[in-house]
């Protein structure tokens, strides 16, 4: 009798192990504010998620603990998000993760700090200092060790923001002819498998990150709003990335915007709506609700500085070669238009795609100010520095403002100064930490002269 009770005992245990809800990917540091922060996980089967979480109480000695729950979804992928609220400004959390009751130890760092806020403690006419990272381009299938991102640790950002490419799906138009349930199953794991390179994991787990994608984490090369699977990847997207919002109520797509301190950044989606290449007539890049989207919210900043994100180039002109918004009917031309009519001062704008790190620059005569575009990619995606390449496009481009550097690069905006005076330092950095390129801008360079 003892031994069959014995060996009940263990069955269950076994059993209740068997059924025990994994973590799949994650945790990941999502949209983060001052007193809010998102935390991401995916789970093997749908489960109950609580974050537990304690931080220092202000300046004093003492610790606050708190906790909050929710749950991974029912149906694949099995992915969830978790809020915590009530957090105080420019302060660090650490948390832990249980699934179904049982903590689970993923072995990273599983700490981040909040957003600061506008004004440095108890200098209201001060302005927080603060860095954003950036990178694009990573290739977990082609590097499985991507050091860059233990580099960009180092710097301890506030935020990086992925913008596109982050994943390679297979590039062919052909590789997405099965049905539709095998090709979703399959985008799900490739955006699981970028989660499993152990640099990107770290800084997932302790940086609140953003995305935004290009071609390859949409669908096939050069893949745009013709894609057949768009609403498929569409999905799948959102499940893996919890940004700060996807779309409007009637304008869908991934485009988002959040702010931190007095920067406000846009992130935009060059592929939902984006007419093909090879058309004739291809008129946008956006699609007509995102650029008033774009627009609305320029118009209504108050930030001093506007960044810009976007997979594709914004202002090099190619002149119909390759994907830059320059070779989309006259869209950036009235969007740079109406940007100088209304007097929107202190944008620029960071992208990526190209497989090198360079700075960008667009000056017209008439214009308020200059457009500067800070281009960061190669993160991970070639294992050697590429070579230069002949074909059209690559020389010749009649907007740079410096070398190309070809080696594992991430972008660095290190933002400064006193209120009236704010600086930012557009930085292009490599895997050993040097500067390869820099331009500080002041908030008077980004606006029409008195």
């Excluded at 946008?284 to 008033?292: A, E, K, L, N, V």
């Excluded at 500085?305 to 994907?323: L, P, T």
């Excluded at 620029?348 to 575009?373: A, C, M, Q, S």
Aim: contains cysteine; negative net charge.
């Amino acid at each position: 009798m003892v031994m069959t009770a014995v060996s009940t005992l263990f069955l269950v245990i076994l059993i209740g192990n068997v059924h025990a809800a994994e973590l799949m990917a994650g945790p990941m540091v999502g949209h983060t504010t001052t007193t809010s922060a998102d935390i991401w996980v995916e789970t093997d089967q749908p489960a109950t998620v609580r974050v537990d979480y304690w931080t220092l109480a202000g300046k004093g000695p003492r610790l606050v603990r708190g906790h909050a729950d929710g749950q991974t979804a029912a149906d694949y992928p099995q992915t969830g998000t978790v809020t915590l609220t009530g957090l105080r400004p420019n302060t660090r959390v650490h948390y832990d993760i249980a699934l179904d009751g049982r903590k689970v130890r993923p072995l990273i760092p599983q700490t981040f700090m909040t957003m600061p806020g506008a004004s440095r403690d108890n200098d209201p006419e001060g302005a927080s200092s603060f860095t954003i990272a950036f990178g694009s381009c990573l290739n977990p299938t082609r590097q499985p060790m991507q050091p860059i991102f233990m580099e960009v640790l180092q710097h301890r950002p506030a935020a990086f923001l992925f913008i596109g490419d982050i994943n390679y799906m297979p590039g062919r138009s052909l590789h997405y002819t099965s049905d539709r349930e095998t090709v979703r199953y399959a985008m799900a794991g490739y955006h699981r498998e970028v989660r499993h390179v152990p640099e990107v994991r770290a800084l997932m787990a302790s940086t609140p990150s953003y995305g935004i994608w290009d071609d390859h984490d949409f669908g096939s090369n050069d893949a745009d709003r013709t894609f057949a699977l768009h609403e498929e990847t569409f999905e799948i997207y959102r499940r893996y990335w919890p940004n700060a919002g996807a779309g409007t109520v009637t304008t869908k797509g991934i485009f988002h915007a959040f702010k931190i301190a007095d920067v406000e950044f846009f992130m935009l989606d060059d592929r939902y709506h984006r007419d093909p290449n090879q058309a004739d007539d291809r008129r946008t890049m956006f699609g007509d609700g995102q650029m008033q989207w774009l627009k609305d919210g320029l118009k209504s900043s108050t930030a001093t500085f506007k960044v810009i994100a976007n997979g594709n180039s914004m202002v090099v002109d190619f002149h119909r070669r390759h994907e830059v918004w320059d070779n989309f009917g006259s869209e950036r031309d009235d969007f740079l238009k109406w940007l100088f009519d209304e007097g929107i001062s202190g944008v620029f704008f960071i992208v990526g795609d190209w497989h090198v790190g360079t700075l960008n620059k667009l000056y017209r005569p008439g214009d308020d100010y200059p457009l500067f575009e800070l281009l960061s990619s190669n993160a991970a995606v070639r294992k050697e520095p590429i070579k230069t390449r002949p074909q059209e496009g690559w020389r010749d481009n009649p907007q740079a403002s410096a070398p190309y550097y070809q080696g594992y690069n991430f972008g660095m905006l290190r933002f400064s100064g006193k209120k009236g005076e704010r600086k930012v330092a557009l930085q292009i950095i490599d895997e050993h930490g040097h500067v390869r390129i820099e331009q500080v801008l002041s908030e008077s360079d980004l606006r029409k002269a008195n």
